[in-house]
Each structure stands twice: as C-alpha cells, then as structure tokens.
C-alpha cells in the first residue's frame, strides 16, 4: 500500500508560491455575500477577513485549553484543540494549494471546525448530548455554526462573526451533504437523515439556505480530509509520547507498516526514540496528503467542473483518498480506538470529564443565578427548552479549566482528572 505510492514521489504540481486557482475555486465567482450587508475591505478577500475574524475570536483563543485527546494539566506537548487546528489548517493550505482552490477558504474553515467543541472534547460533547437528549441534543458541528453566527458578540452591528455565504456553508457541510425532507425528491436516497440538532443551529433567524443536500465545496472537502491527516498523525504521535502506544505496533499496524519498517532499517545510528517518532508521523503526512492530492486530481479531471457549483452538484466528494488508502486508514483509526481513545487510562479521565459537564449543566440549569451576569440575565425571560439551549450554550464554551474551577466552586468533590 504505502511502498506502492512511493515515500519520494509527490507528483506533478505547483511550484513553490506558485498560486493560479482553478475556475472551480470558490474565489473564481463573487462571494454569495454575508447575512448583514457590509462594505468590502480594500486589502482583504472575503475569505481572508474571515479567517481573521475566526482566528481574532474569543472561541479561538478558548481553544487553546479544551481537549484534543489528552486534559491541558496531563503535558505541555500534547495537543490541544487549538494546535490541532493550527495543524489542519497548514495541511488545507497544501491540499488547497495543489488543487488549485481557495487557500484562504480552506483555512478558514479548517480554523473554524471545531469552534464549537464542549470542553474535554468527545466527553464534553457525549455529556451534553445527554444532558440535552429532551431539548434538542448536541453537536459539536452544529455548535460551531452557532458560534459564528449568534455567540460571538463584539461588532457594533451583529451578532455572530457574519461570516461569508461560502465559509458557513464549509462548517454546515465539510463532512458531507445533509439530508432532509424534500418535495421535489431530487436528492439522493441514500443521504443521511439530517440530525434534528441541526435544525436548531440551522434554522436561525435570518440563515440563508445553505443547500444542505449538495456536495460541500471543495474548499471545505479539503478541510474535512485535512482534520483526517492531522489527527490520526498527531493522535499516534500523542499515543506513542503518552506510551499508550508502542512503535512496535505500527510495524503491524495498517498504513503506518511500511513507514516505521523503513524509518527502523534506515543505515546509520539508531534513532532515539522521540525522533524515531517524528519520522513516522511527519512521513505519514507527506503520504496521505500526497494520496489526497493525487486521488482529486483524478476525480476533478474525470469530472472536468468549470465552476464552484458544479462541484456542489456533483454525485461523490471530489477530494478524497483513493480507496486502498482510505481503507488503511480506516483500519489505523479503528485500532487507536482501541489503544488510545479507550485505554483505560484516558476513559478514567474521560469518565471524570463527563461527570463535570454533567454536573455543570445540571447546577446551572436548576439555579441560573449561578452563572455570570451576562448569561443570569439572558436566563430570565427563558423556561425550559430556551433555558436548557442558553445553559447549554454556556457549557460549551468553557474551556477544561473553567470547568473544573467551577465545579470546584459548585461542588464539594471535583474529579481530578489524572
């Protein structure tokens, strides 16, 4: 598999610096707009003033202290959600780059991803989802367009970052096209269900019709592949630092067997072992971003689109893996399930996790008065499903160590996390 791609053979592409966007970029038609009308800015595209405006947010900054896979406390290298998506971020740019798509676009969404994550990552969320399982439920995706369209409150004269038609569109659709109850019976049957969470984030006051049941851009395909490179990279270079993992296993483990065979018999002086890792996981990136690469290029010239919204139409992702690789790392995720994600080290920590959010939630949804100001006020004029959405909106924006200090403040036994 790996040994058939070459580990030095990236291909015919662009040069360094060299930018000429296809005419199926999103930036070779005008932006659709923003939900408040707003002059242009003289230096910026759209797509570059939202990516600044993400990356001058408060959700970002918060990223910084919210769980990737590892709790802030537990070491100073491991990732948290604000590296994570600094590293999905570059890998986009390179993706987008080669394709000859909107850099800007690709970044932007790729830095807006996971602007709505709960604290403690997939514990928080699974305690919210729960929490939430009368009023609506949970979804860190759903979340993230919440955030930059209603959460977000310093501009003068919205709510939310208005951000462009394009970028909402990304963080609606970036895994996939969405499937609700049409009439016209135009989509295709085999779409999932839309998620009844997603009609709370979606069916906001205001929210244009993002096309839920077309393929996403391209631009936001490329995001979603680079959050799959990023984080099975960086969860098997964690794992291994945290020696949940062993370099062993990724002799025999799918995707990862012929890169570690190789890094091993290279001549010369055994590596030690932190730089035996980084030559693993930098070498998996390089390979899955080069069999991205190489994979779209073939969908795009099969599908030879002469516009952004021939790529919506299209009937399959037009950035993607090919099917070997794809299923290699299907396979590598399937095992750091297993070692990492449920050893039980992090699943007591997790279990902690979750017991805060829970705790949180419920604390503030029975006493409103015990949140901040800005949000007690908020609390007044709700009951019921608006006060468990605003209690619920609160929660998921903490960060790990707002949580726990809270929880310490509320209760008498706080988890510690270790």
Same mark, same amino acid.
């Given at each position: ?34 939900? %408040? ?11 570059q003033?939202?990516r ?6 408060? #959700? ?16 100073? %290298? ?95 659709? %970036?895994?996939? #096209?969405?499937?609700?109850?049409? #009439? ?46 990023a ?13 949940l ?7 025999e ?31 998996m ?29 299209a ?10 690789v ?22 007591r ?18 006493? #409103? ?22 209690v ?27």
């Amino acid at each position: 598999m790996a040994a058939a791609m070459g580990l030095n053979d990236y291909g015919a592409g662009l040069k360094p610096g060299e930018r000429f966007p296809g005419r199926y970029a999103a930036n070779a038609v005008p932006s659709r707009g923003r939900e %408040h009308a707003e002059p242009e800015c003289p230096m910026r595209s759209p797509f570059q003033r939202d990516r600044d405006r993400i990356i001058h947010s408060a #959700p970002f900054r918060r990223l910084l202290h919210k769980t990737q896979v590892f709790v802030f406390h537990e070491g100073d %290298h491991y990732r948290t959600r604000l590296t994570h998506s600094l590293e999905v971020a570059q890998i986009a740019r390179t993706i987008a780059r080669q394709l000859r798509l909107d850099e800007d676009l690709a970044e932007a969404l790729a830095l807006a991803h996971d602007l709505g994550h709960s604290p403690f990552g997939h514990a928080g969320e699974r305690a919210l989802g729960r929490a939430m399982t009368d009023f609506g439920g949970f979804d860190h995706n759903a979340q993230s367009l919440k955030v930059v369209m209603r959460l977000e409150r310093k501009y003068r004269g919205f709510d939310g970052m208005n951000l462009t038609w394009e970028t909402l569109e990304g963080l609606a659709k %970036h895994n996939g #096209p969405i499937h609700e109850a049409d #009439p016209s019976n135009e989509r295709p049957d085999d779409m999932p269900p839309i998620n009844p969470v997603w009609k709370v984030a979606l069916l906001l006051r205001g929210l244009p019709d993002l096309e839920l049941w077309t393929q996403a851009s391209a631009e936001a395909q490329v995001a979603a592949l680079a959050d799959d490179i990023a984080y099975v990279s960086h969860d098997v270079d964690d794992g291994l630092r945290a020696h949940l993992l062993d370099v062993d296993q990724l002799v025999e483990a799918p995707f990862t067997d012929v890169i570690t065979k190789r890094v091993l018999a290279q001549p010369g002086p055994i590596l030690e072992r932190s730089r035996a890792i980084y030559e693993i996981t930098r070498t998996m990136i390089t390979l899955m971003v080069q069999d991205c690469v190489a994979e779209s290029r073939r969908r795009l010239a099969a599908l030879s689109p002469a516009s952004p919204d021939e790529i919506r139409a299209a009937l399959a992702p037009v950035v993607a893996f090919s099917e070997p690789v794809a299923t290699d790392i299907a396979r590598l995720k399937a095992m750091l399930f297993v070692s990492v994600y449920r050893h039980d080290h992090v699943m007591r920590v997790m279990d902690g996790a979750e017991e805060i959010v829970r705790d949180l939630f419920g604390r503030y949804l029975a006493t #409103p008065a015990e949140m901040p100001d800005n949000w007690r006020q908020a609390a007044r004029s709700r009951e019921d499903r608006r006060l468990a959405r605003l209690v619920c909106d609160f929660v998921a924006g903490m960060t790990d160590r707002m949580a726990m200090a809270e929880h310490r403040r509320l209760f008498d036994d706080t988890p510690e996390l270790r």
